[in-house]
């Protein structure tokens, strides 16, 4: 399993279902199970994207789009 250390921001209840709605989405748009490798590397890129840019902190109720991260695009370029 691999585990975030670049994070020392406490994320709320709301900010981890964030995250979690964004995984599932990935996980089921790209057909792998949540344990699979590519998912639980995907999983830590959304953990620390979301931990540092607090503009995608949960703050209403629209849930924001995903932006363009250079982590997230490298990571899908290995899968596609």
């Not at 199970?33 to 959304?46: C, G, T």
Request: proline share 2%; glycine share 2%.
């Amino acid at each position: 399993m691999i585990f975030s250390s670049t994070s020392s921001k406490v994320l709320s209840s709301e900010d981890l279902e964030e995250i979690e709605r964004f995984h599932s989405a990935w996980c089921e748009e790209n057909g792998v199970e949540k344990s699979d490798e590519r998912a639980l590397e995907v999983a830590s890129a959304l953990i620390d994207w979301y931990s540092a840019d607090t503009r995608y902190r949960s703050s209403s109720n629209q849930a924001p789009a995903l932006p363009v991260s250079e982590k997230i695009k490298a990571l899908l370029l290995q899968i596609t």
